[in-house]
């Protein structure tokens, strides 16, 4: 472990998100390390990604665990080995545990492929996203960075990335051209949180 403060990265499935913060990182533009990477999917992309660049990764499933309680504890117990200091959601389809939220509170983040308020909430991820944006005949969209609180896309917005909707596009097309925003903003929010700058 370095000065640097000490990142654990949640993520669900390829982990393009993730790769983005490595190479951020890696590069000076981010003013932490990752330390771990947690995934709830063992067959998730993103731990080779991670593996790769020869950082720690953990299976977190809950299902091992005899309850929910367990589990947490045993979560949070790995964060302080890790010396965890943020937490950054990166496709991580999970609702973190409300002891884990109070513990890192002002200190996890997450990126959701909208311009929230709007297009959040339960349900709300993914394709699911990008199909609601187009039914609704909005002219832009965009990716969110914010903080996690107990309810899903709820926290403090940090920085936000629009990007135009062109006639023609599909949920796929539209996808794409987010993702690109999402690896843009969310080195950059995360960075600006650990120096303090969100007051």
Do not use: W
Request: hydrophobic share 40%.
């Amino acid at each position: 472990m370095t000065g640097k403060a000490g990142i654990a990265v949640f993520i669900s499935g390829s982990g393009s998100n993730l790769q983005a913060l490595i190479d951020a990182s890696r590069e000076g533009r981010l003013a932490g390390e990752i330390v771990l990477v947690i995934s709830n999917r063992a067959e998730a992309y993103g731990l080779v990604r991670a593996q790769k660049a020869d950082i720690d990764t953990f299976v977190y499933d809950v299902k091992k665990y005899p309850d929910k309680e367990a589990a947490c504890r045993d979560l949070m117990e790995l964060l302080e080995e890790y010396q965890v200091d943020y937490i950054a959601l990166a496709g991580y389809l999970k609702l973190l545990p409300d002891a884990l939220v109070t513990k890192y509170r002002g200190r996890i983040t997450n990126i959701h492929p909208a311009l929230l308020p709007r297009f959040g909430g339960k349900g709300m991820y993914g394709h699911h996203v990008h199909e609601a944006v187009l039914a609704s005949g909005e002219s832009e969209t965009g990716a969110t960075v914010h903080l996690v609180d107990e309810i899903y896309d709820n926290g403090r917005i940090l920085l936000q990335g629009k990007v135009p909707i062109i006639p023609g596009d599909t949920p796929d097309t539209l996808a794409a051209r987010v993702l690109e925003m999402e690896h843009k903003i969310y080195p950059e929010a995360l960075d600006n949180l650990i120096k303090g700058m969100y007051k």
